[in-house]
């Protein structure tokens, strides 16, 4: 008896592995394939001489608890820890609690600069900024021009590669959400108040002061996904990328991955993808029609690199990330690995994650690994926080596509393709936050999967786009029209050549 075709998962990140995950426990015959030789996505942890580096820093933080049940019957609790969350602003030769602390603050600013700040803030409470479509009026608005000019500039304009006045409100809406110089003031003093359960139900995001961390980093959960599916029955292919999704009058029939003589295709009753959005559009057999796609052309991506240096243990800081804030580096953040778990480290030693954000047509995303340690060297020692001669060691670890980018057409682009998708090819399913060029946490991500499953195989009827908008999914309803975990409307980049720069 010929088997029946089974659910083929495209991307083996924390929304392919989930899918995979829950379609064995269901019984349902699942492929995954992988392109690259290591699972987990941008949530994967990398490995070098023995040191685990965590992509970008990855809590384990969420209000959607079937995920977090799910976290913890991949993994056991024992592989977890409790990590307390502490993250300051390097500015101006000084460290600043993040959030803002305002003793710390008022010490180092001085108290002009501390009265001046306040006055600010005062003054945008009667005059608020005029346009506050754009991340700089939007933050402006919550704690005045000169705490914006001081914290908060740089750093997004680091993550975005264009002016802050240039940018959409939603980046602010999200990431600091529900907060202004106000809550950041009375933030922390509210938690001793309010009993932690009650408190960890009603706290703003940003504002976590400890989350959970698979001791070996991110990574972990998803390499004992792959086992657990494995185990179960599933196949998880490393190093094939998919090639082609073909197409017939009910929809996809079959997915053919590999390269050259190669090439292997496999029947599939459904097509669950993470790759990106605009990658699903052009290996469609036969290719969608031209409007469709000139809306994969339109959706781009923000790229992102870890300069990771080994240094002694004391050469290190407490917190897990410090935000640099400070323009004469081009370094956006720096985590401390060893912060985040003493099993991504050695004994005397700890390792310093220096992040650039770029894109990959970037001089600095084309600079050699070793041009790329010594900048990051030479910038640790410009901040103040390690000397040059400390650093023993270094590697370096490239993540393209990291953040799909919200561009003036993205919005357009997304709904073009998503109604495509849903009247030509039914039984292929976009998942996670490159899937659905969608700014997802791990969390939202894995719901999307999640649920899609259970549009399978218990014919649900979720909406998958809601995920991370309507109010059930999300820890606050966004606005109407919000597309998810809420990036900045980043203006269309000139092209390559013209003069205009993106680093």
């Not at 019957?73 to 300051?88: H, T």
């Not at 180092?108 to 600069?113: A, H, K």
């Not at 021009?145 to 304009?157: A, G, I, P, Q």
Request: charged share 25%.
């Amino acid at each position: 008896m010929e088997s029946r075709p089974g659910v083929v998962v495209v991307g083996a990140g924390p929304a392919g592995l989930t899918a995979a995950y829950q379609l064995t426990k269901a019984g349902e015959p699942v492929t995954v394939l992988e392109a690259e030789d290591v699972v987990g996505g941008i949530s994967r942890s990398v490995e070098r001489d023995g040191w685990r580096f965590d992509i970008g820093g990855h809590r384990f933080f969420t209000k959607v608890k079937p995920v977090e049940a799910l976290w913890h019957e991949i993994l056991p609790d024992e592989d977890f820890l409790l990590r307390p969350r502490m993250s300051r602003i390097y500015y101006e030769g000084k460290f600043y609690d993040y959030p803002i602390r305002p003793v710390k603050a008022l010490r180092n600013l001085g108290i002009v600069e501390a009265v001046r700040c306040v006055s600010s803030y005062l003054w945008v409470r009667v005059r608020p900024p005029k346009d506050q479509t754009t991340l700089e009026g939007y933050i402006v608005a919550n704690y005045g021009w000169r705490l914006y000019r001081h914290f908060f500039k740089t750093y997004n304009e680091k993550v975005w590669g264009v002016p802050a006045s240039e940018l959409s409100a939603d980046w602010g809406a999200q990431r600091i959400k529900g907060m202004s110089l106000f809550s950041a003031v009375w933030e922390p003093v509210r938690s001793r108040l309010v009993g932690r359960r009650q408190q960890r139900a009603k706290q703003v995001t940003s504002l976590i002061e400890e989350f959970q961390y698979p001791k070996l980093g991110p990574g972990m959960m998803w390499e004992r996904c792959r086992e657990k599916v494995e185990a179960a029955g599933g196949v998880v292919e490393m190093e094939r990328p998919v090639t082609a999704i073909h197409r017939g009058p009910a929809g996809a029939e079959a997915v053919s991955h590999g390269t050259g003589d190669d090439t292997v295709r496999i029947p599939a009753s459904h097509v669950i993808s993470s790759m990106p959005f605009s990658t699903l559009m052009r290996i469609m057999d036969p290719p969608p029609p031209a409007e469709v796609q000139a809306a994969a052309d339109n959706l781009h991506y923000r790229d992102f690199l870890t300069v990771a240096l080994v240094v002694p243990e004391a050469a290190g800081f407490p917190d897990n990330w410090i935000y640099i804030h400070y323009p004469g580096v081009k370094v956006g953040r720096i985590q401390n690995f060893g912060s985040w778990s003493p099993f991504l480290v050695k004994d005397g030693k700890t390792c310093l994650g220096l992040e650039y954000f770029v894109f990959e047509d970037d001089e600095t995303w084309a600079m050699a690994d070793e041009d790329l340690v010594a900048l990051g060297t030479r910038e640790l020692e410009a901040i103040g926080l390690v000397e040059a001669s400390q650093v023993e060691m270094g590697y370096v670890v490239r993540q393209p596509k990291a953040y799909p980018v919200y561009d003036e057409t993205y919005r357009e682009a997304v709904e073009t393709i998503r109604k495509w998708v849903e009247a030509e090819v039914p039984n292929v399913h976009p998942v996670g936050r490159n899937g659905m060029h969608k700014y997802n946490n791990q969390d939202h991500s894995m719901y999307t999967a999640m649920l899609t499953v259970e549009n399978i195989v218990g014919g649900g009827a979720h909406d998958i786009w809601a995920v991370n908008v309507e109010e059930e999914y999300h820890e606050e309803k966004s606005g109407k029209g919000s597309t998810g975990r809420d990036a900045p409307i980043v203006p269309r980049r000139a092209p390559v050549g013209t003069g205009s720069s993106a680093g």
